[in-house]
Structures are given as C-alpha cells and as structure tokens.
C-alpha cells in the first residue's frame, strides 16, 4: 500500500509540517514522511517510533486514544517536492513490501 500526495516546488527552501492520524489494525510497521527519505517508521502496536532518517528535522507520536496515534513530522526540505508519503513497512524498515491481501492499518486526516 502506498498513498502520496507531492506539489512540485523548485529552487525554494522550506519548512515543511506534515501529520497524520494511524491506527493499528493487522499491519504492524508504517512509514510516514516527506517523501521516502525524509520520514519516520512507526511501530502502530505500541504507539512508537521506531526509526527517524537523517533528514528528519523533528518528530512525534501522541497517543489520542481508542488505539489512534498521531504522528507529526518537521523536516526542512531544500527543494524538490513536497507533500505526505504513507506507506507499510517491512520489518527491515523499508517500503518495500510484500502485501498478503490482508494486512492494513487505518489513516486519518493527513495534512
């Protein structure tokens, strides 16, 4: 599963602020970022991150009850696209993933 909303911007350096509501529901790992190297792994059974790559300015995950976690992340991107990428996780914390017809976890309001 993969969803990803990108505007293209050129020659322009920003702050980009992007969340998202998850809830686990049979898929254990996702991904959450701007774009797929500036992101966070995120474990949806126990509510944490698992991993932030380099490019990751700042993030978190709060616990909002009813099993949803909302995850915010900051990163400064130099140009380029921007937007959300939401995608599983495998457990060597790649987007690439072997899909079994089954598995999912819940998204909410990204922005």
């Not at 500036?38 to 790559?53: H, K, R």
Request: proline share 1%; aromatic share 14%; hydrophobic share 40%.
């Amino acid at each position: 599963m993969l969803l990803s909303r990108f505007k293209s911007i050129s020659d322009q350096v920003y702050t980009l602020i992007i969340s998202c509501y998850f809830k686990y529901v049979t898929q254990q790992r996702a991904y959450f970022g701007a774009g797929n190297s500036n992101g966070v792994f995120i474990d949806l059974s126990n509510g944490t991150i698992i991993s932030a790559q380099a490019n990751v300015d700042s993030y978190s995950i709060t616990n909002v009850g009813n099993g949803w976690y909302r995850v915010q992340v900051t990163d400064l991107n130099p140009a380029g696209n921007g937007g959300c990428f939401i995608a599983f996780a495998n457990a060597s914390l790649q987007t690439t993933y072997a899909a079994n017809g089954t598995d999912s976890f819940l998204v909410y309001g990204a922005q």
